[in-house]
């Protein structure tokens, strides 16, 4: 059994920052890929950023320059710093992890997402 748990959304103003935090636990043998994505109300969810086993990191357009996803592997936990929030950047933000949790068993998991708000 495996489990995603994020933490760090809420309401903050136009410019503000936030932190969101996903720490996976249980079963796991090995985590490879592990990101970031987001879901706002009428639209389809969409990856805001992806951190590789060894640290690469790819993001979206729309968030360069202001989100930086990391990971601390002995912790088997990442984290997306947000920063110049923008009320567009108001959604649903999903964790997602791609984990080995035996020598034949490799699935990708779900946060069970964590609310973030910016207001205008």
């Known amino acids: 059994q495996v489990q995603l748990v994020e933490s760090g959304g809420g309401l903050v103003h136009t410019g503000g920052s936030l932190r969101l935090s996903c720490a996976a636990s249980g079963s796991i043998f090995s985590i490879y890929t592990m990101g970031w994505y987001r879901q706002a109300p009428g639209k389809q969810r969409e990856v805001v950023a992806i951190i590789s086993s060894g640290g690469n990191t790819n993001s979206a357009d729309s968030v360069k320059g202001r989100f930086t996803i990391s990971r601390d592997n002995a912790k088997n936990t990442i984290y997306l710093q947000m920063n110049s929030l923008k009320p567009e950047d108001t959604a649903v933000y999903y964790c997602?992890?791609?984990?080995?949790?035996?020598?034949?068993?490799?699935?990708?998991?779900w946060g069970q997402g964590t609310q973030v708000t910016v207001s205008s």
């Open positions: 997602n992890a791609d984990i080995r949790t035996s020598i034949t068993r490799r699935d990708v998991y």
